[in-house]
Structure formats: C-alpha cells, structure tokens
Antibody
Framework: QVQLVQSGAEVKKPGASVKVSCKAS????????IHWVRQATGQGLEWMGW????????GYAQKFQGRVTMTRDTSISTAYMELSSLRSEDTAVYYC?????????WGQGALVTVSS | DIVMTQTPLSSPVTLGQPASISCRSS???????????LSWLQQRPGQPPRLLIY???NRFSGVPDRFSGSGAGTDFTLKISGVEAEDVGIYYC?????????FGQGTKLEIK
C-alpha cells in the first residue's frame, strides 16, 4: 500500500534551516509529483510547492521563493523540503502529499517549531 | 493568486440533519484543459487531510455517498445529506487549476 513517512519533529532557532524528509513506498517514486503543504497550529492549510521526482523540476509558491528548496534521492525514494531563514511564523506541521493533487496519500506530518 | 472563500466558517449541526458548505473562488476554476480542479478535503483533529471530492463532484474511493459536491465556475458547494458523529472536523475546499494552489479558510463542522 502507498505510504509517505516523514521525519520527526524539529526545534530550530530563528535564522536556522530545517530539512524535512518524506519517504515513499508502495509505488514507483518517480511516477508521481510530491507536493508540500504546511499548517500552523490551529490554522488552515498552505501549499508551498511541488517537485517532480523523475526530473527534479520544482515549482514554489512565490511566498517561499528564495527560502525553500525541494529535492529528492531516488535511490531511497525520499523527497526533501528544506526551509531556510526560519522565523517564528514558520512554526507549523509540514505535510508531504502525492499527486494527482490533492490526493488521499499524505505523510503523517512533521512539526517544526521555531523558537529562541 | 486565486482566493478561496468558504462560508460558513463554523457549522453546528444536529445528528442526522443535512449540512452545506459553500466555497467561492476569486476567478474561474475552469482549466484550459476543460476540467475544473476544485476539491474538498476533510481534516479530523491531529490527522492529515483526507480527500472527499475531486473535480467538483467526484467522490473519492471509500467516501460515503452522503457526501456530494456541486457547482461550476466560481461557486461550489459540499453537502452532507445526514451528518454522522464521525463527520466532525474541518472541511477545506482547494483549487488546483492555477499555481499557487490555494485553500479556503476551512469550515468547522460540529455537532449541536
């Protein structure tokens, strides 16, 4: 069965970077795009961008341009989302999800807390 | 960016009664390929979202038939024909017609 398993919770200081992983199983990793969505505590959902695991092509929401990088390692069927220059407003649960977007395949979420 | 506006933001419903959530987009969601990429998601506390409806009215596999979607262009509706206790959660509309993909603010469905 299709599964997306994300890395664990992280605590970072303002100005630091965080890299969240999303390991796919149960399907051919390079066949479907991976999207990243975040959700601040008690808030709504926010789409951050997508990556094509086959080509490595990416597309980011303008809000995150220059701060986010989505990459992958096809040898271990894992996608990554790195967010830099972290600020308190980046405290959120970060989800990976698979295409076709929106799908019913989501990671369990990774809580990133930004605090001094 | 396409702005998605949901109403109401909170919906207290009696068990067994119908519920309806509206979603309006700031521009047409009809894609150049002729499809309208408007979907509805349900999120229960502490869980990732779950896909209910895609392309306006297509129920995803395993979704009970009490959920239905309708609409066109910029106005869309999710209906639950008879609310059950397990339907409690937050419902989001989302568009995948144009980047960046965007979501409505969410509608909290609760039991009276």
């Amino acid at each position: 069965q299709v599964q997306l398993v994300q890395s664990g919770a992280e605590v970072k200081k303002p100005g630091a970077s965080v890299k969240v992983s999303c390991k796919a199983s149960g399907y051919t990793f390079t066949t479907y795009d991976i999207h990243w969505v975040r959700q601040a505590t008690g808030q709504g959902l926010e789409w951050m961008g997508w990556m094509n695991p086959h080509s490595g092509n990416t597309g980011y929401a303008q809000k995150f341009q220059g701060r986010v990088t989505m990459t992958r390692d096809t040898s271990i069927s894992t996608a990554y989302m790195e967010l830099s220059s972290l600020r308190s407003e980046d405290t959120a649960v970060y989800y990976c999800t698979r295409s076709p977007y929106p799908s019913d395949y989501w990671g369990q979420g990774a809580l990133v807390t930004v605090s001094s | 960016d396409i702005v998605m506006t949901q109403t109401p933001l909170s919906s207290p419903v009696t068990l067994g009664q119908p519920a309806s959530i509206s979603c309006r987009s700031s521009q047409s969601l009809v894609h150049s390929d002729g499809n309208t990429y408007l979907s509805w998601l349900q999120q229960r506390p502490g869980q990732p979202p779950r896909l209910l409806i895609y392309k306006i009215s297509n129920r995803f596999s395993g979704v009970p038939d009490r959920f239905s979607g309708s609409g066109a262009g910029t106005d869309f509706t999710l209906k639950i024909s008879g609310v059950e206790a397990e339907d409690v959660g937050i419902y989001y509309c989302t568009q995948a017609t144009q980047f960046p993909y965007t979501f409505g603010q969410g509608t909290k469905l609760e039991i009276k």
